[in-house]
C-alpha cells in the first residue's frame, strides 16, 4: 500500500486498484501516488471485496477481464455491500466496443478507461470521479442533519397538539360549568341592573372561551384527519333563527343587531348541525368583533348550486359593516396562524376562521370572502344538500361538546 497526504495536511484519497496483471497495478499506482493519492493492490475480485469487507476506500480501479471473478461480477458484489453504492468504481478495459461499456454501466460503473493507460486522462477520470463523491458525501450528510432537525420539530409539534389537546379536554367541563350556573342565576334571581349586567358579560365572555376551545378541538381534529361529521337532516331556517336568537343577545353590548332573511327556496339540509351551527356563530362573532357600533350583521341563506352546476345547494352569506378586508389577504384569514392587515387597521388572527374553512371542507363545500361587497366583510358558505351520507344514531351517553355546554 502507498499512502501520501493532500494539500492542507490532510490524508490523502485512497484508490483501491483491482487487476490480475501486476504491471498494470505497478503502472497505475505511479501515477497516482505521484498525484499525490494513497494506493492499495488487489490481485482480483475476492482480494477486492475482502478489504472492501473491513474498510471502503474513496475510489475503486477495477479491470474487466480477469480470471475467476471478472469485472463485472465483482462491481455487482461492491453495489451489494451496505455502503458499496457511494464507492465510485472506473472500469479499465482493452476492450473498446459499445457492448463491454454497456455492460459496465449495466454492472454499476460509474465510468471506464481503455488501455494502455493515459496519465492525464487516468487523474482527470479520477479526480471528477472524487468531487462527485466529496459533494455526494456532504449532500448526505446535510440530508441526515435536516431529517435529524424534522425529527426534532416533528417531536415538538406532537408534544405541543398534546398539550393543547389535554388543556382544550380540561377547560371544557369548568366553562360549561361557569356557564351553566351563571344562566341559572340568570332564570332565578331578581338582580339589580348592574348586577345583570355583569352577569350577561359573564355568559358573553363564557361563551366565547367555549367557541375558542371548541375551535381549538376541531382544528386539531382537522389536522390529524379526525374531524368526521355527525350527519342529519335539519331545517336551515329554523337552525339559523336559533342562532340568531341567541346571538342578539350576546351583541347587544355593541347595539348592533341582527337581520336574517331565509329565501322560501331553503329548505333542508343533510349535514352536521352542530358544525353548521359553529361555522355561523363564528362569522357572527367575527362580524361583530370588526364591526362598528350601532349597525347590522346581516345574514341571508338563499338557494345555489355547487360550483360544477349539477348539485343544489344552500349559500349562507354573513355581512357586516366594518372596515373589509384588503384583496391580498381574503386567502390568507382562513390560514392557520394567518395574520391580515386590512383597511383602517382591521386585523385578523385566530383559529375562528380556520375552523370554518376545516367545518366547511369536510361537507364538500366552499368559503369565500365577497369581492362585490360594497362595504364592510361578506363571507360566503356554500353547503351541499345532499351530498353526504346520513350517520348511524349515537348511543351512550351525551358528551360535552360542539356547540355549547352539552352535544350529541
Known amino acids: 500500500m502507498s499512502a501520501g497526504w493532500a494539500e492542507g495536511g490532510k490524508p490523502a484519497a485512497t484508490v483501491l486498484v483491482v487487476d490480475d496483471n ?3 497495478r505497478e503502472v497505475a499506482e505511479g501515477h497516482l501516488v505521484s498525484a499525490g493519492y494513497a494506493v492499495i493492490q488487489a490481485e482480483g475480485g475476492a482480494e477486492a ?3 472492501l469487507g473491513t474498510r471502503r476506500p474513496d475510489l475503486v480501479l477495477l479491470d474487466v477481464l480477469m480470471p475467476g471473478m471478472d469485472g463485472y461480477e ?10 458499496g453504492g457511494d464507492v465510485p468504481v472506473l472500469f479499465l478495459t482493452a476492450l473498446g466496443d459499445l457492448e463491454t461499456h454497456k455492460a459496465a454501466l449495466e454492472s454499476g460503473a460509474d465510468d471506464f478507461l481503455t488501455k494502455p493507460l493515459n496519465r492525464t486522462e487516468l487523474l482527470i477520470r479520477v479526480r471528477s470521479l472524487l468531487r462527485i463523491k466529496l459533494l455526494s458525501d456532504e449532500l448526505r450528510t446535510n440530508v441526515r442533519v435536516i431529517e435529524t432537525q424534522r425529527d426534532a420539530l416533528l417531536a415538538a409539534q406532537r408534544q405541543k397538539d398534546e398539550l393543547t389537546a389535554l388543556i382544550v379536554h380540561d377547560l371544557k367541563n ?4 361557569i356557564l351553566s350556573n351563571v344562566q341559572y342565576v340568570q332564570g332565578r334571581a331578581t338582580l339589580p341592573e348592574d348586577e345583570r349586567e355583569s352577569l350577561d358579560d359573564v355568559v358573553r365572555a363564557s361563551q366565547a372561551m367555549v367557541r375558542l376551545v371548541m375551535n381549538l378541538l376541531d382544528v386539531s381534529r382537522s389536522d390529524d384527519g379526525a374531524l368526521v361529521p355527525h350527519v342529519s ?9 336559533e342562532i340568531c336568537s341567541e346571538m342578539g343577545r350576546r351583541i347587544a353590548d355593541k347595539d ?11 329548505d333542508r339540509l343533510r349535514g352536521d348541525r352542530d358544525l353548521v351551527r359553529r361555522i355561523v356563530e363564528n362569522l357572527i362573532d367575527n362580524a361583530y368583533k370588526y364591526g362598528p357600533r350601532s349597525t ?5 341563506a338563499v338557494p345555489a348550486n355547487m360550483d360544477d352546476g349539477a348539485e343544489a345547494a344552500v349559500e349562507i352569506r354573513v355581512r357586516d359593516e366594518g372596515a373589509g378586508i384588503a384583496p391580498a389577504y381574503r386567502q390568507l384569514v382562513f390560514e392557520k396562524y394567518g395574520r391580515a392587515g386590512g383597511q383602517e387597521g382591521r386585523s385578523s388572527h385566530g383559529l375562528g376562521l380556520v375552523f370554518c374553512r376545516r367545518a366547511v371542507g369536510v361537507h ?9 361587497a360594497a362595504r364592510g366583510s361578506c363571507f360566503c358558505v356554500r353547503l351541499p344538500v345532499g351530498r353526504l351520507p346520513l350517520s348511524r344514531p349515537r348511543t351512550g351517553p351525551r358528551a360535552v361538546g360542539r356547540g355549547g355546554a352539552a352535544a350529541g
Open 22 to 24: 501486476l504491471q498494470n
Open 49 to 51: 471485496l475482502a478489504f
Open 74 to 83: 465483482t462491481c455487482r458484489r461492491i453495489r451489494a455491500l451496505p455502503e
Open 174 to 177: 369548568p366553562l360549561s360549568s
Open 233 to 241: 337532516d335539519f331545517d336551515v331556517g329554523g337552525l339559523l333563527a
Open 256 to 266: 348592533q343587531r341582527l337581520v336574517l332573511s331565509v329565501a322560501p327556496a331553503v
Open 296 to 300: 347590522t350583521i346581516s345574514i341571508d
Open 364 to 372: 364538500g363545500g366552499a368559503i369565500w370572502i365577497d369581492d362585490q
